[in-house]
Every structure is written in structure tokens, then in C-alpha cells.
């Protein structure tokens, strides 16, 4: 096949889109500062081009077809993949420039916020846009059109440059007014308390009773939250007793909200830095990067 038909011009290509995304040649002419007439020809172009019929036509009304609807789906993304890299590229040596980071919810809220204003004072050019992503095990879908992802898991994804910030420990918490014994409670004691889970970390607690010895038919299940966060907080009004990330209730602990029961006890995940290969230059994630490795954290 003729390599001109599988690659269009950019002009035709975004006529059509415009017209598509509009239904309109007239207000797909006013958004590209052409004519009617001219978008009109244009997609008419493109359509001999591709012997296929992208709109139905009746009088002034256009209508996609079955195939000009799939055409402008498919295009929509590459076109905004296009103008996305265009940006990047045009904000590659400027000073300023801007980093989107998805970040887990309550690691942002907890940890990276607070400190956020260092990055500031060092990098007042940049702009960090923060996403709130609840990540699994697929990265695709939590870093789609992200620059950068602060993730926990096992580190070890295919096409992602990643930087381990630190690993997690996960100790148990409780309200001081619930739980005021510290330092004689026994490990059992706990199965007496609602045990208050979060919904991506289901058998936590069946993992802490079986590294403790203990038979996990014991357990009270308490509810579940969509966010550490909110777990947190449901601890310190004395809900029930929680199992959470070190680093995420530290503050708590310090400031006395909060008591830490037992030795903690270490997990399969660690924290990281994740980024897909084509930004690792970008300026904006090289600063972020190197200002995020270079902080103080547990066990680095």
C-alpha cells in the first residue's frame, strides 16, 4: 500500500478531527481560524485519500460514520499524544517547566506535600502537578499521560525506570485511650480490638497473625477503607486498631495521637520513583528525581 494513504498530512488530519469532535465544519473552521469551506475540502481530501466515507452528509448536518467514529477515536489520542510531546519539547531547555507526578493518595497528603515547599525554594520554576492514584500492579493505567509515579509495590516493570526511596515496614497503631497498656499487651490481645483494614491490603492482618504465631480464626475484621488515610484517622478516634505503613503515621506517633504496638514488621513492597523511559531527560523530572533521592528517609 501507498505510504502516503497510511500517513495524511497534519492539516488534513486535524481538520478532520476538529470537524469530528464538533460535528461541525463551521465550528471546526472558527477553532483552526480557517473557513468553512476550507475544513470542508480538507476532509473531503482525506477521504479520497482513504476511499472511505468519514461523515454522513445531510444538507448543512454532518453525522460520522461507523468508520470515520473509529477513525477520530484512534486519532483523537495519537493527536493528543503529538501535541503533549510538542509541549515537552518546547519546555525542554526553557527555565521553567512543569512535571505531572501520580502519587499514592495518603503518601502525598502524609509525606510529600509537607516537604513540597523545598522543591519550591530550590526550583522555583517548576510547577508539580499532583494526581492522586491508587496504584496495583499495573502501571499503565495509574501513569497514563503522567510524567512521573510514586508507587509502592515490587519495583520490577517493564519499560519503567524506577528508584527505590524506601521499604516498608508496617506496624501496628492504636488510640492511646483504646489501647493504654503498651507495654505489657500481648500479640493475641489484639484479636479482642476491630481490626481495621485497608480494601487493596486484604489479608494484611491474616499476614501479621501468621508471622506472629497466631491463629488468624482469632481475628475481629473491622471495616475497610478505600484510603490509608482515612484508616488513620478512624484509629485515632478509636474505632479500632490499624496496620499500617510506618511512614505514613509517623507525625501521629510523635505527636502522641497515636501508639505503636509491638515490633514492626517488614512487608514485600517498597516505595518508588517510577517513570516511563522517554522523560527520564525531561528537566523538570531530573530535578524532582534528584531532589527526591536526596532526602532523608528510613533505611536509605
Known amino acids: 500500500m501507498n505510504p502516503r494513504k497510511l500517513t495524511p498530512s497534519m492539516s488534513l488530519l486535524v481538520a478532520f478531527e476538529a470537524a469530528a469532535r464538533h460535528?461541525?465544519?463551521?465550528?471546526?473552521?472558527?477553532?483552526?481560524?480557517?473557513?468553512?469551506?476550507?475544513?470542508?475540502?480538507q476532509v473531503q481530501t482525506l477521504e479520497s485519500l482513504l476511499e472511505v466515507a468519514l461523515f454522513k452528509r445531510e444538507g448543512r448536518r454532518i453525522e460520522l460514520t461507523a468508520a470515520g467514529a473509529l477513525y477520530q477515536h484512534e486519532l483523537a489520542a495519537a493527536l493528543s499524544r503529538i501535541r503533549s510531546a510538542t509541549l515537552q519539547t518546547i519546555a525542554f531547555n526553557s527555565q521553567s517547566g512543569t512535571l505531572h507526578l501520580a502519587v499514592l493518595p495518603t503518601f502525598g497528603s502524609k509525606w510529600l506535600l509537607p516537604r513540597l515547599k523545598n522543591f519550591y525554594a530550590a526550583h522555583p520554576g517548576i510547577q508539580v502537578h499532583i494526581h492522586s492514584r491508587i496504584v496495583h500492579s499495573d502501571?499503565?493505567?495509574?501513569a497514563s499521560e503522567m510524567n512521573a509515579i510514586i508507587f509502592a509495590g515490587a519495583g520490577n516493570w517493564p519499560?519503567?525506570?524506577?528508584?527505590?526511596?524506601?521499604?516498608?515496614?508496617?506496624?501496628?497503631?492504636?488510640?492511646?485511650e483504646v489501647v493504654s497498656a503498651q507495654a505489657s499487651i500481648q500479640p493475641i490481645e489484639i484479636a479482642k480490638h476491630a481490626l481495621?483494614?485497608?480494601?487493596?491490603?486484604?489479608?494484611?492482618?491474616?499476614?501479621?497473625?501468621?508471622?506472629?504465631?497466631?491463629?488468624?480464626?482469632?481475628?475481629?475484621?473491622?471495616?475497610?477503607?478505600?484510603?490509608?488515610?482515612?484508616?488513620?484517622?478512624?484509629?485515632?478516634?478509636?474505632?479500632?486498631?490499624?496496620?499500617?505503613?510506618?511512614i505514613l503515621v509517623q507525625d501521629e506517633i510523635d505527636n502522641g495521637d497515636l501508639i505503636e504496638l509491638f515490633e514492626p514488621v517488614s512487608s514485600d513492597r517498597s516505595y518508588y520513583l517510577g517513570y516511563q523511559q522517554r522523560y527520564q531527560n525531561l528537566p523538570s523530572l531530573v530535578a524532582f528525581r534528584e531532589w527526591l533521592l536526596g532526602l532523608p528517609l528510613p533505611g536509605r
Open 23 to 41: 460535528c461541525s465544519f463551521t465550528r471546526a473552521a472558527d477553532e483552526l481560524a480557517l473557513t468553512q469551506s476550507a475544513v470542508s475540502r
Open 139 to 142: 502501571l499503565s493505567s495509574a
Open 159 to 176: 519499560g519503567y525506570i524506577t528508584h527505590e526511596l524506601v521499604s516498608e515496614e508496617l506496624i501496628v497503631i492504636a488510640s492511646p
Open 196 to 246: 481495621l483494614s485497608v480494601v487493596t491490603r486484604p489479608h494484611a492482618w491474616s499476614e501479621w497473625f501468621e508471622k506472629k504465631g497466631l491463629d488468624h480464626r482469632a481475628m475481629r475484621q473491622g471495616p475497610s477503607f478505600e484510603l490509608t488515610s482515612h484508616l488513620i484517622q478512624a484509629v485515632v478516634a478509636g474505632i479500632g486498631v490499624g496496620l499500617v505503613p510506618r
